[in-house]
Nanobody, 119 residues
Framework: QVQLVESGGGLVQAGDSLRLSCAAS????????MGWFRQAAGNEREIVAY???????YYNTAVKGRFTISRDNVKNTVYLATNSVQPEDTAVYYC?????????????WGQGTQVTVSS
């Protein structure tokens, strides 16, 4: 069982930066694929970025070049550095963990952290 706790969300202005953190407990993160998802009001949850146990990364085209996902397996934490945020980035951001090679349908999820970007 993996427990995930996100932090770092808040109210920021367009163009600002935020760093979201996801602290894991219950298991070491090595061997897990870690992802950040987001869900805006009225929309479905969408993938933002993920990092495999190997370090390979994927980014949604909407955030590529602005957001950076990273992991620290010693601290058992995954981060999402968000730069130049825009109002359309407003959403609840969720951290997820799934064993490498598995699908997100079997993921562990955090409770989410709200990011609100004002124009």
């Amino acid at each position: 069982q993996v427990q995930l706790v996100e932090s770092g969300g808040g109210l920021v202005q367009a163009g600002d930066s935020l760093r979201l953190s996801c602290a894991a407990s219950g298991s070491t993160l090595s061997g897990y694929m870690m992802g950040w998802f987001r869900q805006a009001a009225g929309n479905e949850r969408e993938i933002v970025a993920y990092v495999a146990g190997s370090g390979w990364t994927y980014y949604n085209t909407a955030v590529k070049g602005r957001f950076t996902i990273s992991r620290d397996n010693v601290k058992n934490t995954v981060y999402l550095a968000t730069n130049s945020v825009q109002p359309e980035d407003t959403a609840v951001y969720y951290c997820a963990a799934v064993l490498d090679g598995s699908t997100w349908s079997g993921a562990y999820w955090g409770q989410g952290t709200q990011v609100t970007v004002s124009s």
